[in-house]
């Protein structure tokens, strides 16, 4: 329901009736802009409801708007439109989109718009922030709102020592639809950035000075050397170089907390304006929630050290499941360790099968439950869950998983994707074997092991970043010294060339064979001499 806020001069109205017949407004604002009034002082004020349009209709009705610091020409009316091909009119009813506009969308008063509409003018990398903190954490409580934000890692730009400020700033880059975070925390040769793709912020939570961003994916990490006296003597631009993380405290946690970041602006109206700004983009509704923070984490080395013990004194199958529960951030560290006293004494087969229900289940609550109020997630609801995911895996002997392995070209094939910041691990799924895994009787140590981006894209060339630089850095340690997976180490094997085109590769941790003790090398002779080739 509209009704329309009109400045009305009862002496002027009449007589300048047909001065301005071309005006939009008709005669009513030519007549107020005679009069030195502005157009923009008549309005249209929305209701959802009837009821609700109606309500203020009569409260304005029945008081003295003077007193409220109205003209006396101002009034109030029903808004109205006239019915085509006949003196009569009807109430104006407005646009469904409009009104569902209005229940989804904050408000902004016409002051506001207008200034809004001034700024989206502007171009949106002029304006920059500065931060005074940044952090990776997560929610000692999984997708509840009453959930307090546990810090993993926080980074502060503001010295305890000095009170001085590192420079440290974040910005919207409207060409390549991303949040900036740039800083010079170390040295100021060079600038570190964290970009933030604006696709795959999938919830913002605001409480100013800070802002919570759920990302689908890692943000991209990247340096670039700055030093004033090497730019200006060299004979080509300088190029970022990517990073998966600054230091080596960053590179131990990101692989977990790396899609819950908490940004903090030095002041209250800088945060505001950010996320004012913010709305020219494909960004989500920006929900304003209190929450509290705390420094409690739990990824620790003292902690992934024990859990590393804990998966060493189980078989390559089960700790293999274990990492999946760790790496997919489903548990904590703590919570697996609890988890493990409850796997002793069951059939490795069984039990392998019971973690992955186990997982298949809290993967599809945490999908399902998604930003939802639900019960806290404690380790006697882990364990409920498993035992329940242990008497699925005891009577389901029969299922297409167990049918397809009674094949002798079948095998279960665990496989393990890189990514710039993480490990995903999948499996085992069912496929089909080669000459080697049927020389050494399937065994279990072999994984499948490729490298993708956080997205799961393939690596793509840059122009702007040195991608060799970053591949040696990243993945050459890997193929070197050998990837640590359930509390084993797996050396580089081999390929083959359809597996290379998918930068897939297979490695392998050192397992006994009819009493000999096989490696990668050791099986990489056997297959014969492949220097000449």
Known sequence: MNFDVRLIDSNNFRQNRYKNRNHRHGSLLSSLANNGFSSENCWILTFPTIEFGQGFLNLVNQIKLEEFGFSSKVRFEQSTIRI????????????????????????????????????????????????????????????????????????????????????????????????????????????????????????????????????DYSPLFCEEFVESWFNAYATSPTRQTRKSGFNANQLKILPFVSRLMRITFKEDEDCNTFLHHSNRFKLPRINHIVREVRNEPIYTPDNLGKLEDVKKSFSLAISF????????????????????????????????????????????????????????????????????????????????????????????????????????????????????????????????????????????????????????????????SGLKIAGRTFDFLGYSSSALKDHQAWFVCPFKHRGIVMTAHQIRHNMGDFSKV
């Not at 440290?168 to 100021?188: E, G, L």
């Not at 973690?355 to 399902?368: A, G, I, R, S």
Request: aromatic share 10%; proline share 5%; glycine share 2%.
């Open 84 to 215: 085509k091909d006949t003196y009569q009119r009807k109430i104006k009813v407005p646009h469904p989109s409009l009104i569902a506009k209005l229940k989804t969308n904050d408000f902004r008063s016409p002051e506001d718009e207008r200034k809004l509409h001034h700024e989206h003018k502007k171009d949106p990398s002029s304006f920059k922030f500065v931060l005074s903190s940044i952090a990776f954490g997560r929610l000692d409580k999984p997708t509840i709102f009453d959930a307090c934000f546990c810090s993993e890692y926080t980074q502060s730009f503001v010295s305890s020592l000095t009170g001085l400020d590192s420079h440290c700033t974040i910005s919207i880059n409207q060409t390549s639809s991303q949040i900036i975070i740039s800083s010079f925390p170390d040295h100021p040769a060079f600038q570190q950035f964290i970009k933030i793709s604006c696709k795959t912020v999938k919830r913002i939570e605001a409480n100013s000075p800070s802002i919570l961003l759920w990302l």
């Open 321 to 480: 499941q274990l990492d999946k529960l760790l790496y997919s951030t489903l548990l904590s560290p703590i919570e697996i360790m609890e988890l493990s006293k409850l796997l002793r004494d069951f059939d490795p087969d069984t039990l392998e099968g019971a973690l992955m229900n186990l997982v298949d289940d809290l993967t599809h609550e945490l999908e399902e439950n998604q930003f939802k109020a639900r019960p806290n997630f404690r380790i006697e609801a882990v364990a409920s869950k498993f035992s329940i995911a242990l008497q699925a895996a005891q009577s389901n002997k029969s299922t297409l998983f167990h049918r397809r392995l009674q094949s002798q070209d079948n095998f279960k094939c665990r496989a393990v994707t890189i990514t710039p910041t993480g490990m995903i691990l999948e499996g085992p799924n069912v496929e089909q074997s080669n000459s080697i895994l049927r020389r050494y009787d399937y065994s279990p140590c072999f994984i499948r092991v490729a490298v993708r981006e956080e997205d799961f894209s393939s690596h793509h060339h840059d122009r702007e970043i040195d991608g060799a630089k970053f591949l040696r850095e990243r993945y050459f340690p890997l193929f070197s």
